[in-house]
């Protein structure tokens, strides 16, 4: 964890903290927007799903994670989390596109 500063009281820590909450929500937002187009590429609900793609994306954000000195099962578990719902908003996309 390279990045992170040493703080002198809670207060600092949540300030830190909701400033990355910033940033990762709007980092999220940018991924939503790719999630979004990659819909209308796919043509089945198989290719929305796309597990081995899934596996491929947690393979390499374990690696980054142990690059960034963070903890791949947390990373992980996170991606699951994301993958799920950003593959749950695209099948929806999906579905009204072939309406």
């Not at 374990?62 to 994301?82: G, I, L, N, S, W």
């Amino acid at each position: 964890m390279k990045n992170v500063q040493p703080c002198r009281d809670l207060a600092e820590v949540r300030q830190h903290i909701d400033r990355l909450d910033q940033e990762i929500v709007a980092a999220i937002a940018e991924r939503g927007g790719y999630v979004h187009q990659a819909a209308a590429f796919k043509r089945n609900e198989q290719e929305v799903r796309a597990p081995q793609r899934v596996e491929q994306v947690i393979e390499r954000v374990r690696t980054m994670a142990e690059e960034h000195q963070a903890d791949p099962e947390v990373v992980e578990q996170v991606y699951r989390a994301m993958i799920s719902a950003f593959t749950e908003a695209e099948m929806h996309t999906h579905r009204s596109n072939n309406d």
